[in-house]
């Protein structure tokens, strides 16, 4: 079946403004836009999500995905994006089945911004199985100083999150935008996407990304909802330079999800699956020497 027809809907990511120091003095600074994107589903009103605006496209596909409301790319026709209007309109192939019972009731989370996950898809989590990923210290430290030396958004403006997939160390997608849920929720749609280009295997779960090996990294808290959308991904290891929440931890450790957090320079907490992290002393023993 054919790819979804996209718009590229590019918006630009910050705002130049004017502000008043301590001095009374008056400086030019860039902070993050923010905008509004009502996303209609085949004409029904699904959502408004407050992003940034950098791939409005992957983000509402990979929020139709984390949701569980479609099974696969292939049942979009198109997305369109129209900045003017603030709107995003979705086509698919055959509809949302039982839309009214699945997106009747949500839970709010914790994500900055308006995070809200419809309530069926927190009863699905003991339905997930992850891939046999495993991560060495040094690819975990290799992780965290790209990200380190990163040109984004948030070192010109701040107020941002940011999320990043990777295949082992190496960086496949970095997407930042004004919520956790919606960077994840972008590079979900950014993979679905790539997924859909390549030959799935018979019988795969298209929830599931068919590679082993990806590790997510985000800047902002592993609550429940990011533990989730992770696991519904394929992801195994998930990388955070903040903390966990407790139901975050508690998801984690049913799933076998890899939890490391803090992880700043060349210290970390691994809170979950410790099995699947390697470590590596002489890493260490070769900084003394």
Known sequence: MALPVLTNAQAPLTEAITVVNEHGQIQSLN???????????????????????????????????????????????????????????????????????????????????????????????????????HITQSELYSIVNQIRLMDSVYKQAGSVHGCALFLQERLLTFVEDVGRHNAIDTIAGWQWLQ??????????????????????????????????????????????????????????RQLGLCTIGRATNRRFLCFSAPERLQLQPELFLALQA
């Open 31 to 133: 902070i993050p836009a923010e905008r509004a994107l009502t996303v209609y589903v085949d004409k029904q009103e699904l959502v408004t999500l407050m992003t940034l605006g950098a791939r409005p496209e992957q983000l509402v596909l990979g929020y139709l995905r984390n949701q569980r409301l479609l099974d696969s790319v292939d049942d979009v026709a198109s997305v369109s994006v129209d900045w003017e209007v603030g709107a995003a309109a979705v086509h698919t192939r055959g509809g949302i089945a039982r839309w009214q019972e699945r997106t009747a009731r949500r839970v709010v989370t914790t994500g900055c911004g308006q995070g809200s996950m419809f309530s069926e898809l927190m009863e699905q989590t003991d339905a997930l199985h992850l891939p046999s990923t």
């Open 195 to 252: 997924e859909a280009q390549t030959l799935r295997p018979v019988g795969a779960d298209a929830h599931t990304a068919p590679t082993q090996g990806h590790v997510f990294y985000t800047t902002g808290r592993m609550t429940s909802e990011m533990v989730i959308k992770a696991a519904q991904m394929g992801v195994a290891v998930l990388i955070s330079r903040s903390g966990i929440t407790h139901m975050g931890l508690t998801i984690a």
